[in-house]
């Protein structure tokens, strides 16, 4: 079973509903005994990264996350502010991440060589940096839809997944083992974010 975790910062309606037109069972739950259970996890975010820390925090879920990701090595995938989470820190704020997964997430800084505007909001492509169970049979014309003024910078180009331009090149999918994110939002993403959804809930094994 799926568990799209509820701390007060997701969009989890709409991803929950993209599951169930998948066929996949899912529940939206904060309840520890559901999340013990769970094959797999959702987190995910919409706001600033302190108060995304400090809700886990409140919530307890923080314990539970890292039992289910380091010690059992269950999937667990990061949605928007969900995939920041996942890393070390942000220049949003001074609370410390998960520390998932190696990086940091910082803002968009075009150094006033580019006219655009934060946050990146639309839809912009993805091209794959480097191959796991998430993207099976996405290529360069898979467009995904973005909402986000921060993006990751992996100490390791083993860790980026897909990558996108905005200005420049930033890592849009971030991975280590069974610890997945992408920066964009799936459930907004029509039949792109579907395939992604689909591959992560078809996925048996615990590994990338």
Request: a positive charge.
């Amino acid at each position: 079973m799926i568990v799209i975790l509820d701390y007060g910062m997701g969009n989890v309606g709409s991803i929950l509903n993209m599951l169930k037109k998948l066929g996949h069972k899912s529940v939206i739950s904060s309840d520890p005994n559901i999340i013990k259970e769970a094959g797999k996890l959702i987190l995910p975010g919409v706001g600033s990264f302190d108060t995304g820390v400090e809700k886990l925090t409140k919530s307890g879920l923080i314990p539970l996350i890292l039992n289910h990701a380091k010690v059992e090595k269950k999937p667990l995938l990061g949605i928007c502010l969900g995939m920041q989470l996942l890393g070390e820190k942000s220049e949003e704020g001074k609370l410390a991440g998960l520390s998932l997964i190696p990086f940091e997430s910082k803002k968009f800084n075009f150094e006033d060589k580019h006219n655009l505007k934060t946050p990146h909001m639309g839809w912009n492509l993805v091209r794959k940096v480097n191959e796991s169970y998430l993207v099976n049979s996405i290529d360069s014309d898979f467009r995904f839809y973005f909402v986000h003024s921060f993006h990751a910078v992996c100490k390791s180009n083993e860790n980026i997944l897909l990558e996108s331009i905005y200005g420049y090149k930033f890592a849009s999918a971030v991975f280590l083992e069974n610890i997945l994110g992408v920066q964009f939002h799936p459930e907004k993403s029509h039949k792109f974010g579907m395939k992604i959804l689909d591959n992560f809930a078809r996925r048996d094994n615990f590994v990338s």
